[in-house]
């Protein structure tokens, strides 16, 4: 997972479209800003900004942000393989199917809600941070990727745990 930019964004933003089941989703750019147009929540065409990447081989998926504070992860990917392998092209993650607003299998649905199925397995030290009462996310992380710590805890116990080691011990465990 990255933030949007020139260097992470490897789909093409260059006026692209792309056609699902008669629906269309276009992929631009203004600026330093990369967007998609493409239905939203409401089923009207609609721009949204790009603010993460998330992946990179063989495909890479984009996540937009909303003022609620989700992260939702568009159905739309980029297959990041080279062209003579079948990528450098858009797809749909759901190919024989055309979900609508409302379906929890729409990109603005909950399975695609990136706070709430994919930041605690992608994201190290995450916290969910909802708000029942205001239905909103202040979600937050210590890294924006998956790193060490995602597996094995803070390192602040292996210093702490180092720091309780005898001398020799530390020789030993150093060999």
Same mark, same amino acid.
């Given at each position: ?40 929540? !409401?089923? *009207? #065409? ?7 990447? %998330?992946?990179?081989? /063989?495909?890479?998926? +984009?996540?937009? &942000? ?12 980029? !297959?990041? *393989? #080279? ?7 858009? %797809?749909?993650?759901? /190919?024989?199917?055309? +979900?609508?607003? &409302? ?5 603005t649905g909950v399975a695609y809600n990136w706070n709430l199925m994919c930041a605690d397995c992608h994201s190290t030290g995450f916290a969910k941070n909802y708000a029942a009462a ?42």
């Amino acid at each position: 997972m990255e933030v949007a930019s020139a260097e992470s964004v490897l789909g093409d933003f260059e006026e692209a479209s792309f056609e699902h089941l008669g629906r269309r989703t276009r992929f631009f750019r203004r600026g330093a800003e990369f967007l998609v147009e493409t239905a939203g929540d !409401d089923g *009207r #065409p609609a721009e949204f900004e790009i603010a993460y990447t %998330f992946g990179v081989e /063989p495909l890479q998926q +984009y996540l937009i &942000g909303f003022p609620d504070g989700r992260y939702q992860a568009l159905d739309v990917a980029w !297959d990041s *393989r #080279p062209s003579a392998e079948g990528g450098q092209r858009w %797809f749909h993650l759901q /190919p024989d199917v055309l +979900y609508e607003p &409302g379906d929890p299998l729409h990109w603005t649905g909950v399975a695609y809600n990136w706070n709430l199925m994919c930041a605690d397995c992608h994201s190290t030290g995450f916290a969910k941070n909802y708000a029942a009462a205001t239905d909103r996310y202040e979600s937050s992380f210590a890294e924006i990727d998956v790193a060490c710590e995602s597996c094995h805890g803070p390192g602040s116990a292996h210093v702490d745990w180092a720091a309780g080691l005898p001398a020799q011990d530390k020789m030993d465990e150093a060999a």
